[in-house]
């Protein structure tokens, strides 16, 4: 974490000061909420739409904070230990640039609109084998999350890898130009923030924005199956926004067309994970703790970082294969009635359940196979038509029984009248009839993948199973 003298701290945000004879305060991590005060930290009071951190200065103090920024426009600070700031959010982003750049880690960004998270676990993991690695937690991925993440950093950090997210145009570009990455991934287009930017286009455009911040000579590394994300990324190059070059840009593609720098030669799937070879390094398989082609694909974008950063194959091998990965993102469960579940319920999008329900299907050496499938949400005003999309193309022979669960999910079901039997679709709007008709039903050897948008919170149809 950032550990600096007061007078430091004021040299690394545009305009600041503060007072004299604080100068030689030494802080010891920040924080911005004033619950989670630890002693030595930088207060870093933020405005929000409900709750203004100023209020909490004081408190901050009392608990242990060394010092607080405070904005100018706040009237006159209740405590002494302050570096005057003109925006608390700004300075914390430029607090956090400056540190990044002063511990001279070497920074991987990933965005996308499937599998930035787990991309962003592989990566970081096969990145630990070698060298000491830092990575975004949780759902820090954010104007607030990402500053918040390389002030948490430890100073000899070799690798910071960093996940990029957003909400409209300019995040990613503002997230870029903080961290000045050296590597910056984009794993795929989807049709995640249709409702937010209107068109898989724009949202194509707002992902490439990770570029803005590319150091001059640095790596893009993109998933060369998205044509989507090829035309927007070409017309980039033809026409790069104003001062940033492109020119001496090294680029590498991934996926698991033949074109591809790195792409799968093989692959199997068992109970513990899957595992592949691909086209670059043929003497060596690789495994990976998850389930899935789709997350063959992340995973490639893993290797080709590791083999850019100089990691051996062997420290790779090791590294995919002991991945600590977030939570619900197709994790494997076994109930205590004998079924199991794939608890995929952090999130989704249509091309993200179209991959889960792809490999529900593939899998074999189960009883019966069970989809429960909620609502995807910010698709815009064709979200109806994405829901049923989804059951036009589910196959009763790869799975034979849907529950829905959400007023959208039921476009799902009814996206398979007339290849499914009534009875062996269910749509429900009440959590807990699902969860009971789902206990009644089930029995060992049976497999029940858990699909939906974060809003629809069907881990907890998951933790009840379990």
């Known amino acids: 974490m950032i550990q600096r003298k007061l007078h430091e701290i004021e040299t690394m945000i545009a305009g600041a000061s503060a007072a004299v004879e604080y100068s030689e305060i030494r802080i010891a991590g920040v924080t911005t909420d004033s619950r989670s005060v630890r002693k030595g930290n930088l207060f870093i009071p933020l405005i929000g739409e409900r709750v203004d951190g100023h209020q909490f200065v004081s408190s901050a103090i009392e608990q242990g904070a060394a010092a607080v920024l405070w904005q100018r426009d706040q009237g006159t600070p209740p405590v002494a230990q302050v570096v005057l700031v003109d925006d608390t959010l700004l300075a914390m982003q430029q607090l956090a640039a400056a540190y990044c750049e002063q511990t001279q880690a070497r920074v991987v960004a990933v965005t996308g609109s499937n599998g930035k998270t787990t991309t962003k676990d592989l990566i970081a993991s096969a990145l630990a084998s070698t060298y000491k690695v830092h990575k975004t937690e949780g759902n820090y991925n954010s104007h607030i999350g990402l500053p918040l993440t390389l002030l948490s950093m430890p100073a000899n950090t070799e690798m910071a890898v960093l996940e990029m997210g957003m909400r409209g145009r300019d995040e990613i570009a503002l997230l870029s130009r903080i961290a000045k990455p050296e590597v910056a991934i984009i794993t795929n287009i989807g049709e995640s923030h249709l409702e937010q930017l209107g068109s898989r286009e724009e949202i194509a455009r707002a992902k490439l924005e990770i570029v803005y911040g590319l150091a001059a ?135 993200s359940m179209k991959a889960a329900l792809a490999l529900l299907a593939e899998l074999h050496g189960y009883n019966r196979k069970v989809a429960v499938l909620g609502d995807m949400l910010e698709l815009g005003e064709c979200e109806s038509e994405y829901h049923r999309e989804i059951g036009e193309s589910l196959d009763p022979s790869d799975i034979p029984y849907i529950y829905t669960y959400g007023k959208l999910g039921a476009d799902i079901a009814a996206g398979t009248i007339g290849r499914y039997s009534p009875e062996r679709v269910l749509a429900f709007r009440d959590k807990q009839k699902l969860i009971d008709a789902l206990k009644q039903f089930l029995r060992q050897d049976d497999i029940i993948l858990i699909k939906g948008s974060r809003g629809m919170r069907l881990e907890e149809v998951a933790n009840a199973l379990q």
């Open 217 to 351: 000579d640095g790596l893009l590394i993109y998933n060369g199956d998205d044509p989507l994300l090829q035309q927007e990324f070409e017309k980039l190059l033809h026409t790069p926004p104003s001062g940033i070059s492109v020119n001496e840009w090294k680029l590498l593609r991934f996926g698991e067309s033949t074109n591809n720098d790195f792409y799968p030669e093989g692959l199997m799937t068992d109970g513990s994970g899957t595992h592949f070879s691909l086209n670059s390094i043929r003497s060596t398989s690789f495994t990976i703790p998850l389930l899935g082609r789709h997350n063959v694909v992340n995973a490639l974008a893993a290797v080709a970082v590791a083999k850019y950063m100089g990691v051996s194959t062997k420290d790779l091998r090791r590294g995919l294969a002991q991945a600590k990965l977030s939570g619900m993102r197709i994790e494997l469960i076994r109930s205590a009635d004998g079924y199991t579940i794939l608890n995929d319920a952090y999130n989704a999008s249509p091309s």
